[in-house]
């Protein structure tokens, strides 16, 4: 930066910090006034407090502000409700939290702060004015945890209360999403929307608006994660359709025989291959034809597959950008894409045009299908659809800029109800990988990791492969590692593995720690393993069916667990276990079980509890005392070595992943201590860094175990990543500005789309009728020349064929020497008559078969709206088409997107009409 830029950064920054604490006073006010009704909503009853919220509403419903008192003795409300049911107090600073969510802003708040509790705040408030208050987590485990866990709050003051997750029923998601608040992943709620824009009736769409639609209020746990890491990727609804295998195969093979820097050219920074001259012209010559970009018989160019093929090759690695899925006996089933930001697998997700299969036949996975995209919409799109957004997360002020520009979110940082004690230190760097690695191991070593007395460590790479390396190498040290990476089998476990890895000496490897969703306590947390344990015991006692117990997480071993239980818990166990089997039976879910450890576990006494409940709740806390007996000593010991180590293998492409890996390590007040081992093979340094990391290489003479920590270094690398970040932000940018037109293009389709779908039968027949005039005025039109002279001969033989039922009542004669406006009246008259005719006699079968009249009407409207989505599907796939080709006109001096722009309302324009007219065209062809 220069001396100038640097001045209006620092300036930016002074500004924005003065801002946010003026905000945060105005805040504190606030909270002093809730604060001030403590001591009168703790005097209520259980009844008189449950109250509340049917007086709440009564006033909003007269027209209070919800805004104003109201939104203050609401927050009173839930705070108190949250101790009686939960033994939770929101502190101060998580009521200021509560309020910048209600505002519509982002907090960011660190790790260990509650933010899961903060949400209850505004998601009560805003459910109180009769609209869905939505809570998105990035996992459907979280999104289940925390409504079991924080949905008892609303309950109990009379809120109902609906989770999503995958694999739900239309039936099950539509009765979720009624509910007062809903907790659903930010991909589930993105694939709802789109296939409620696909549905053809409107018992099929299951979002509260109907037809699709959503508003009201929104809290996004992780935002960060959710709204700019994700926001790279839309999420895409396609149809399957024959896929050419053996072209697949083909393509694989030739991209195998051909060679990088001769063939093509490989830029690992926009992640794309180009073949060269040579490279065309050997593949054609391998294929036996004139040109890869010839349309072939099957009416599809070489091209394509060539380029997937070579793509799949070079650019895309097993368990760094996808895992290999398998079924139960181990056969290889797809490909999952793996979140580069949060090192999950997402499911349902899948890459467009062709890359996808041409992975898949690099894994040697059969390919039948490939997909057609029928819908898509990207994240930035979606969530910019409700009344008020807000989000919550660890990290965001690095992405201040574009969060409030894209999602009109500005950040606010929340204080740390503690001081931060974790210390940081520099970066290392060495030549190699595996000089780093050796460098981290002998750290973990020299700290006690996997010893009796030493620090818990966790580690955190970027990549599957490079975790389980990591847990290899640590056990040639005699150093048993638990892993929490990508991978499919190890997802059930993530809340037992979480839960464990701040005991002494436990060293936990993690492909990233972003969005987990669960705190690592020193010392282990006891509550956790408590329910683990009561869940296997009462799994192991026949609690559940064996189909059902296979729905819930594997029992961990015997060692997991801190110590053994005496004969007394064990007994109180099987004392419960049969007080569960007398109230249920053999009829129990995992689902219903899962419930029931909720409330048993993570929720105070009632005087209505049954006595499954209080039977379970109180083995479950002997459990959790005996458990802790040992974990608070331990948690001192922990305190005592420094806490937490956090170790990470590479620098992320944003800071942002960093800082989230560093502020697992010093939650609430607690020591600890991050470190990053890097090298200068790592990808981004090597991809970004350029001559500038080689020079510094040879300035320091390094050899390949020799740290480096010298500034130059550290400066160096932050400046690698400062581009890095840059430019995905740039990319970022650019997706959103080419979606910003779909996306007015998809309003209007889908409003159209919506209003079809509602309408009545009697309106869709009048719909219809009104399509059939705008039709013959069109076709009219297009045959009638300067001169004002219609060639009726055309005419006739479009009428025909739009309308073959009409066709017999008149001829060309019927049509000669007549003018444009006679000619379309006389023909409108015809086949408004003959239009007529049908829905009447259409209607006569109709009623005499017990249903009801229009039923032209009914017809219509299925028709119109699969015409339009076939329609709109063609679309995508044109706008796709166009968005490529104009990114090459920038080398012609052009602006690509103002170039789109102009090209897609000429697209668009015709769209509309080719709806129409492939929906007349339907329709008479089945009178």
Not at 817 to 823: F, H, I, L, T
Request: charge should be negative.
């Amino acid at each position: 930066m220069s001396f100038f830029e640097d001045f209006v950064a620092s300036s930016d920054e002074k500004t924005r910090k003065a801002d946010n604490d003026k905000y945060l006073a105005e805040l504190q006010g606030r909270v002093d006034r809730i604060n001030g009704l403590e001591a009168s909503i703790e005097d209520l009853g259980d009844d008189e407090l449950q109250a509340k919220t049917a007086e709440f509403k009564k006033r909003l419903a007269d027209g209070e502000d919800i805004n104003g008192s109201l939104l203050e003795e609401s927050f009173a409300v839930v705070r108190e409700a949250a101790w009686r049911v939960l033994e939770l107090r929101h502190y101060d600073v998580q009521l200021i939290g509560g309020l910048i969510l209600h505002d519509g802003r982002l907090a960011e708040m660190a790790t260990g702060e509650g933010k899961t509790l903060v949400s209850t705040l505004p998601v009560y408030a805003n459910a109180l004015t009769g609209t869905t208050s939505f809570v998105i987590t990035v996992n459907d485990y979280l999104a289940k945890r925390d409504m079991e866990k924080m949905g008892q709050v609303h309950k109990f003051l009379g809120l109902s209360v609906g989770l999503i997750q995958s694999g739900m029923t239309e039936e099950e998601r539509r009765v979720a999403y009624q509910n007062d608040v809903v907790y659903v992943t930010n991909s589930e709620l993105g694939f709802d929307f789109l296939r409620d824009h696909l549905a053809l009736t409107p018992d099929q769409t299951v979002l509260p608006g109907g037809g699709g639609e959503f508003g009201g209020f929104c809290v996004v746990d992780e935002a960060d994660s959710v709204l700019i890491d994700e926001a790279r990727t839309p999420l895409i609804i396609s149809k399957q359709v024959p896929a050419p295998a053996t072209k697949y195969e083909t393509a694989k093979q030739l991209a195998e025989a051909l060679k990088p820097d001769i063939h093509y050219t490989i830029d690992l920074k926009n992640k794309a291959c180009t073949l060269t001259e040579i490279g065309y012209r050997d593949a054609q010559k391998a294929l036996g034809i004139d040109s890869l970009f010839e349309i072939g018989a099957d009416g599809e160019a070489w091209a394509p597959y060539i380029a997937n093929a070579v793509n799949a090759k070079e650019l895309f690695n097993k368990d760094v950008e996808y895992a290999v899925l398998t079924d139960e006996n181990g056969e290889k089933t797809g490909v999952g894409i793996i979140d580069s930001f949060t090192g999950r697998v997402l499911d349902g997700r899948r890459w467009s045009d062709g890359l996808h299969q041409s992975i898949e036949t690099v894994e040697g996975i059969k390919v039948s299908e490939q997909s057609q995209v029928i819908a898509k919409v990207t994240y930035q799109a979606l969530f910019r659809q409700f009344t008020r957004l807000s989000g919550m997360t660890g990290t965001a002020m690095t992405d201040a800029e574009e969060l409030e520009l894209t999602y009109g979110l500005k950040v606010i940082p929340v204080p740390t109800a503690l001081p931060v004690a974790r210390r940081d230190y520099p970066d290392v760097a060495f030549k190699t990988r595996a000089a780093a690695d050796n460098a981290m191991v002998q750290e973990i070593v020299n700290v006690g990791g996997g010893q009796d007395g030493g620090r818990p460590c966790l580690i955190g790479t970027t990549s599957v492969a490079q975790s389980e390396s990591i847990v290899e190498r640590l056990k040639e040290e005699g150093i048993e590692a638990e892993l929490l990476n990508a991978s499919p089998k190890n997802a059930p476990r993530e809340s037992e593995i979480v839960a464990q890895a701040g005991r002494s000496g436990v060293v936990t490897v993690a492909t990233n720690m972003a969005g987990r969703g669960t705190d690592i306590l020193l010392g282990g947390c006891s509550r956790t393993m408590s329910r683990i344990k009561t869940r296997d015991f009462l799994v192991a006692d026949g609690i559940v069916s064996s189909d059902e117990a296979k729905k819930l997480p594997p029992p961990p071993q015997e060692e997991y667990f801190p110590c053994p239980l005496d004969d007394d818990t064990l007994f109180m166990l099987k004392d419960a276990s049969a007080s569960i089997k007398k109230e249920f039976g053999s009829d129990l879910t995992a689902i219903q079980l899962e419930e029931i450890l909720t409330v048993a576990t993570d929720t105070t006494e009632a005087e209505d509890d049954p006595e499954y409940i209080v039977k379970l709740r109180d083995v479950a806390e002997a459990v959790k005392d005996a458990y802790s007996e040992v974990t608070s000593k331990e948690k001192e010991l922990v305190q005592q070595g420094g806490g937490l180590y956090v170790m990470g293998t590479n620098r992320h492409e944003s800071s942002r992943i960093d800082d989230q890996l560093r502020g697992r390590s010093g939650r609430q007040g607690d020591p600890g201590t991050s470190r990053f081992f890097l090298s200068f093979e790592d990808d981004m340094f090597v991809i970004f860094g350029g001559d500038q990391l080689q020079n510094i290489l040879k300035a320091f003479r390094v050899s390949e175990d020799m740290p480096v920590e010298a500034p130059q270094v550290s400066e160096a690398l932050d400046k690698v990543q400062g581009v890095v970040e840059e430019k995905y932000r740039e990319i970022r940018g650019e997706i959103f500005k080419f979606d910003e037109v779909l996306n007015g293009q998809r309003n209007v389709i889908y409003s159209r789309r919506r209003d079809i779908l509602l309408a009545s039968d009697e309106e869709s027949q009048k719909m219809m009728a009104e399509y059939n005039l705008e039709t013959v005025s069109d076709i009219v039109k297009a045959q009638t020349d300067g001169s004002g002279s219609v060639d009726t001969a055309k005419v006739t033989e479009k009428i025909g064929q739009f309308f073959p039922q009409a066709a017999q009542f008149f001829d060309e004669k019927a049509l000669s020497g007549k003018d444009q406006g006679s000619v379309t009246a006389y023909l409108s008259a015809v086949i408004e008559e003959v239009f007529n005719a049908k829905a009447a006699e259409l209607d006569k079968v109709a009623v005499a078969s017990g249903k009801g009249a229009n039923s032209i009407g009914r017809s219509a409207r299925y028709i119109t709206l699969v015409t339009m989505d076939n329609a709109w599907s063609d679309h995508l796939q044109a706008m796709e088409n166009l968005k490529e080709s104009v990114v090459l006109r920038q080398f012609q001096g052009l602006d690509p997107l103002k170039e789109y722009e102009g090209e897609a309302f000429e697209i668009f324009k015709n769209l509309e009409n080719t709806m129409r007219f492939n929906a007349i065209f339907s329709l008479w062809q089945s009178l």
